[in-house]
């Protein structure tokens, strides 16, 4: 039950990651800027984030095992897509197809979770599918670079197209079918959607993680390229570490909201300092700091997987009929945070002619001040229940009705 999905998510995040180690050959190959790459990279995200909520409708009525088989077999089929392109548009066209053959990859193996394991075993095994799926991003530094070499950056697409496929198939064969659940899900995200307290939390949440994925999935390797001036060894390098901090951070982070949790500490305020420390790391970067540049890069990486805290908030938001629907509500916003900062900051980037192939370092500390900026803006949004005085209104859930919400009067310090 658990490992096939935990398979799926794996290859999920060595498609996010992998562009960052064949950025060059691609570039290479088919003259591509970076507002060229960017895109390129980006779309798996708009696939990906279009897919979610048609996918946790579907998740519902038909269970995670056809409704993750099938959208793997689109994974396949974009990667070898990919792999035989021969000109640009076909590789957006393959990368679309990657971001939509694994959008169900955490869904679906959460969904597998409720179902088929004990409710106390769930936020362990949350967490342990998290850090597993995380070596995919560990397999796409050194290990792809490898074969990077061997059999270039078509075969390597060619391999991921068969593991898709078999990926497909063992979870066909291996896992059971689920009883449908009761199709609730329209109404459900409204509900979602219409609740305030979510959009307090949605800014911040899609900001941080989204920049994180954004920048671990492209960005990072044409900074130490350009800007810190290392060689493909000592980008890979960085890579491999900043795999490591994701599986690390994933672990860390769902052990510090069990350890606060039991001593009366909501998953908000270690959300809210994340996200401060990764503001302070993209500064530290910015700035030029003299701080080895492993230490604010692995920050960046281990905030990719702060959806340990934002799903612990929802959880606290909404009953558990409505929670995988609430979560797929706010990866929709994650994935599309992800896309515009990938996209955007690459349009930035070409902004300034590069030197002798190189982007001159304004071009990106001009990009990432944009990206940390939205994320200050956001950070104060999500910190203004702190910041006002005390007595605020608030939004409360009207048990009588799950649809809608009403405006309580006073209430207690803390909780507005």
Known sequence: MFLPFVAAYYLAFLFRTINATIANPLASEFGLGAGDLGLLTSVYFLTF????????????????????????????????????????????????????????ALTAGLKALVLWFPAERIPLLNGLMIMLGALGALTATLPAANLLDSIGWRGLFELLAVASAGCALIIYVVVPEAPAASDATANSITTVYADPRFWRLAPLSATCIGTAWALQGLWVAPWLSDVEGLDRTGVLRHLFVMAVALGVGALLLGVAVDWLGRRGVGPRVPLGVVAVVFIAAQLTLIFRLPIPSYLPWAVVAAVCTATVLSYAILAEYFPKEIAGRANAALNVLHIGGAFFVQYMTGMVVQLWTPIE???????????????????????????????????????????????????????????A
């Not at 548009?89 to 393959?94: A, C, E, I």
């Open 49 to 104: 984030a279009a897919a979610q909520i048609p996918i946790a409708i579907l998740l519902d009525r038909y269970g995670p095992r056809r409704i993750q088989c099938a959208v793997l077999v689109a994974a396949a089929l974009g990667a070898a897509l990919f792999a035989v392109s021969n000109n640009y548009f076909l590789l957006l066209g393959g990368r679309a197809l990657i971001g939509l053959g694994v959008a169900a």
């Open 357 to 415: 192939g190189h982007y001159p370092e304004v071009a990106y500390k001009t990009a990432f001040t944009v990206n940390v900026g939205l994320q200050v803006a956001a950070g104060i949004w999500f910190a203004l229940p702190w910041i006002l005085p005390r007595g605020r209104t608030r939004w409360r859930y009207h048990a009588a009705h799950s649809s809608c919400y009403v405006l309580s009067g006073r209430v207690r310090a803390g909780h």
